[in-house]
């Protein structure tokens, strides 16, 4: 027979894992429900373009940030594009490592107005995956990406005279591989 000392004891445990398994799964469910409603300015992917482009243009800003540890240079290529509703654009980010160390940067991205961010689709992007660059290198990363003609049907969406796509890179740890090669010194061939 159970003390109510041990049922409460069993209930406040049962209260605390609860409560940690819905922490712990939080994150991934929010940045699920993020990218599949475009909530909070995500973006959606694709695999391909529109079918559909329309006559209405909308202009395309882009905005680049790094995390104040990050020590890249990164800013966009052009600053803004005029594109038609379901037409692919394709734009550029330029990232330079001014360091003497190898750096990987993982990049977060967001799109303002929130509104824009359930109709902006990506097809490839930079972003998709980890960069590295060596010391001193620059590089210049592709985005192609469309907004979907059925930004049409939002009240709240379809008015937009611009959208703004705006990254920030963080570093992260070197995969394994690239760290240990890091590492190694260089040897002068004889």
Known sequence: MMTPANKTATQLAAVVLTMGALAWASVPFYNWF????GFGGATLRADVGSDVVLDQTVEIRFDANVDADMKWQFKPVVRTMDIRIGETGLAFYEAHNPTDRVIAGTASFNVAPYAAGAYFTKIDCFCFEMQVLQPGETVQM??????????????????LPSITLSYTFYETELP????????????PIN
């Open 34 to 37: 993020c990218s599949v409603t």
């Open 142 to 159: 592709p985005v192609s990406f469309f907004v979907d003609p059925t930004i049409l049907d939002d009240v709240e969406a379809a008015g």
């Open 176 to 187: 394994l591989e690239q760290a240990s090669l890091a590492l190694t010194p260089q040897n």
